[in-house]
Antibody, heavy 121, light 107 residues
Framework: QVQLVESGGGVVQPGRSLRLSCAAS????????MHWVRQAPGKGLEWVAV????????YYTDSVKGRFTISRDNSKNTLYLQMNSLRAEDTAVYYC??????????????WGQGTTVTVSS | DIQMTQSPSPLSASVGDRVTITCRAS??????LAWYQQKPGKAPKLLIY???SLESGVPSRFSGSGSGTEFTLTISSLQPDDFATYYC?????????FGPGTKVDIK
């Protein structure tokens, strides 16, 4: 079964860094664009970032620009989110998700189980 | 940036009811809209893509319609498994914005 598994979450102090990983299995990872989506406690979904299937293009929501970097290693079937200068408002469950069809927006059809990031002193 | 709104929220309904959730975009997004269902503690599940296309495996009681700035998700006969929060999501200019969500709870 197609699967995404996130890891790397934890408790971190404000201003510090954290790197999330998302391991993909049972599909051709290099054929798909990938996203990070987060959900603060008790709040709605917030799209964070997208990376093209080949890593050539990356886009971010305004609140994380300059602090977060999305990347991928297609040889390892793994997606990453490097989070620097973390703030309390970055506290959330972070999901990785697969685009249903590369190169167009048909939604996100495969999601991981999420990893929790807590930014607190 | 495009802003998304959803109504109503919350929505109280009974099993067997026909339920309609509306999603509005602050500017035209053509048909670049998806709908998701999310249950507590779980990842979202794709229901509808490109405004009206039903995702494989999703029951046919779910349907989507609309284009431009106004979209609807309809559940033709609400089932116990459908009590959840529903989100719309738009795509425009390399940004993917979610609506605030509509929680469907038991009347």
């Amino acid at each position: 079964q197609v699967q995404l598994v996130e890891s790397g979450g934890g408790v971190v102090q404000p201003g510090r860094s954290l790197r999330l990983s998302c391991a993909a299995s049972r599909f051709t990872f290099s054929n798909y664009g990938m996203h990070w989506v987060r959900q603060a406690p008790g709040k709605g979904l917030e799209w964070v970032a997208v990376i093209w299937y080949d890593g050539t293009n990356k886009y971010y929501t305004d609140s994380v620009k300059g602090r977060f970097t999305i990347s991928r290693d297609n040889s390892k079937n793994t997606l990453y989110l490097q989070m620097n200068s973390l703030r309390a408002e970055d506290t959330a469950v972070y999901y990785c998700a697969r685009e249903k069809v590369a190169g167009t927006f048909y939604g996100m059809d495969v999601w991981g189980q999420g990893t929790t990031v807590t930014v607190s002193s | 940036d495009i802003q998304m709104t959803q109504s109503p929220s919350p929505l109280s309904a009974s099993v067997g009811d026909r339920v309609t959730i509306t999603c509005r975009a602050s500017q035209s997004i053509s048909s670049w809209l998806a709908w998701y269902q999310q249950k507590p503690g779980k990842a979202p599940k794709l229901l509808i893509y490109k405004a009206s296309s039903l995702e494989s495996g999703v029951p046919s009681r779910f349907s989507g319609s609309g284009s431009g700035t106004e979209f609807t998700l309809t559940i033709s006969s609400l089932q116990p498994d459908d009590f959840a929060t529903y989100y719309c999501q738009q795509y425009n200019s390399y940004l993917f914005t979610f609506g605030p969500g509509t929680k469907v709870d038991i009347k």
